[in-house]
């Protein structure tokens, strides 16, 4: 319940901080924006590429759920 209040508190200010710009106007405080995973919550181990948490991706690639993502072995 927590993190679900925590990813639409984020996107809420991600549009804040996008409507500010298209006006023109300098976001008051731009340090507040941080990117977390969409399906969990998480904020550390973010990767921007997908969208999500390093964790969240490892499951998810593992069940061949993301496409192009390929366990490498060598």
Do not use: Q
Not at 43 to 64: H, P, Q, T, V
């Amino acid at each position: 319940m927590a993190r679900t209040a925590l990813i639409v508190k984020t996107e809420k200010r991600k549009k804040d901080k996008l409507k500010a710009l298209a006006a023109g106007k300098k976001p008051k405080h731009p340090t507040r924006v941080y990117n977390r995973c969409k399906l969990c919550g998480r904020n550390k181990g973010y990767m921007r590429k997908f969208d999500m948490c390093r964790i969240c991706f490892r499951e998810l690639a593992s069940n061949g759920k993301i496409m192009g993502v390929t366990k490498s072995s060598w």
